[in-house]
């Protein structure tokens, strides 16, 4: 199939548009939870331990599907890995899909992650895997102590105004 048809199909397939859906609605989510914290005054501290996935499991079993199975997402134990940044801020979609080298790429990674990696796409008939998306399931970034501070700070201070 020529890039052009598979580009077509790709198109169809809407993949780009369900994965910002997902990301607006984790998003949400993640809102709602935060504000209702907010309410009871926590430590930041408070917040972050909050946002485990050891404690986010048992009281929002439906914020995440990984959450049901009792499994981590990636390679992390489970007190170290953070809930809040699951949606990944540095997860570029705005470029996508673009066209290098007769592939199709949906996603990009701001932070260049070594970790993340292209995989086929394979919802659509993907002979010679020309259309390929970035899998950050080997990549941490979003979820260690360092990245959920800064975004939490982030969204605190919009929170504030």
């Not at 990301?23 to 504000?35: D, M, P, R, V």
């Not at 705005?94 to 199709?104: F, K, L, R, T, V």
């Not at 990549?139 to 959920?148: A, D």
């Amino acid at each position: 199939m020529s890039i052009d048809k598979l580009l077509d199909e790709l198109i169809k397939s809407d993949i780009i548009n369900k994965l910002k859906k997902w990301h607006n609605n984790f998003e949400s989510q993640k809102k709602i939870i935060l504000n209702n914290l907010l309410k009871s005054y926590p430590t930041r501290q408070q917040i972050l331990n909050y946002f485990r996935f050891s404690n986010m499991k048992h009281h929002h079993k439906d914020f995440c599907r990984m959450f049901q199975k009792d499994q981590v997402c990636h390679p992390i134990e489970e007190d170290s890995l953070y809930c809040y940044a699951c949606n990944c801020p540095f997860y570029n979609l705005n470029q996508s899909p673009y066209i290098q080298e007769d592939c199709i790429y949906i996603g990009s990674c701001d932070k260049e992650s070594k970790k993340a990696q292209f995989i086929p796409y394979k919802a659509i008939s993907n002979e010679g895997n020309h259309i390929l998306i970035l899998d950050c399931s080997n990549c941490h970034i979003p979820h260690t102590l360092h990245t959920t501070k800064k975004q939490l700070d982030i969204d605190l201070i919009h929170a504030d105004s």
